[in-house]
């Protein structure tokens, strides 16, 4: 019950932070667009870095820390090395991010947007060179991959999505209708057997929705 170390930030608070896999390191964003990297240990700050004024999302690899900016008319992914912050690769994808999700390999990142109608969109991206293997595929907000990565299901409004790695399109199944809800997610079992998902919600408030837990035959 003892305060182990506190941190200072010099911006507004962060609205995520992730663990390195020891343990031994946290990394967090500011609504000011930096990324830090800080030793839970001492608080020291390993490294620090500006993305981007608005980062939507971010998430970790084996050895990078993938990000997902928005700013004004474009947006990029941007990976960055753990160690020392250095940039890996910048790719552009001109949306704000919804979900980002990662192979159970490490090899493959699945990136999707909420925007308007005529730009939804999904990518799934090569995480060592920062290449797009295939896409853009329409309305895709979230997706999760099968625990031997041949299949990623995806997920839009209230359908679902079945592809296979390379992008064949396996099969579809609507859950519910979807209100414009923000409740982003979508996520499938070790066996790949069951999925829980988000849809539904009222049209005068996206903040609302319906968790689903559903059996795939």
């Avoid at 020291?44 to 500006?50: G, I, M, N, P, R």
């Avoid at 900016?69 to 552009?92: C, V």
């Avoid at 299901?153 to 209708?177: C, K, Q």
Wanted: glycine share 8%; aromatic share 10%; hydrophobic share 35%.
């Amino acid at each position: 019950k003892e305060v182990i170390r506190e941190f200072f930030m010099d911006s507004e608070c962060s609205h995520k932070l992730l663990f390195s896999k020891d343990d031994k390191i946290i990394y967090t964003s500011s609504t000011a667009g930096t990324l830090t990297a800080i030793e839970i240990s001492t608080g020291k700050v390993l490294w620090e870095k500006y993305i981007e004024m608005f980062i939507m999302d971010y998430i970790l690899t084996d050895d990078s820390l993938i990000t997902s900016t928005k700013a004004t008319g474009t947006s990029y992914l941007i990976s960055s090395d753990l160690k020392t912050g250095k940039t890996n690769w910048t790719l552009e994808v001109g949306m704000r991010c919804s979900k980002m999700s990662i192979s159970k390999n490490g090899k493959t990142l699945f990136w999707g947007t909420d925007t308007g109608a005529s730009n939804e969109r999904a990518m799934l991206i090569n995480i060592e060179t920062g290449s797009p293997l295939w896409g853009p595929v329409s309305g895709k907000q979230a997706g999760a991959f099968c625990n031997n990565d041949n299949y990623i299901l995806t997920r839009s409004g209230g359908n679902l999505d079945m592809f296979t790695i390379t992008g064949e399109h396996v099969y579809s199944a609507n859950i519910a209708p979807d209100n414009n809800s923000m409740s982003w997610g979508v996520y499938i079992s070790e066996d790949c057997k069951n999925i829980v998902t988000f849809a539904g919600g009222e049209t005068n408030s996206r903040f609302k929705g319906v968790m689903y837990a559903l059996e795939r035959e």
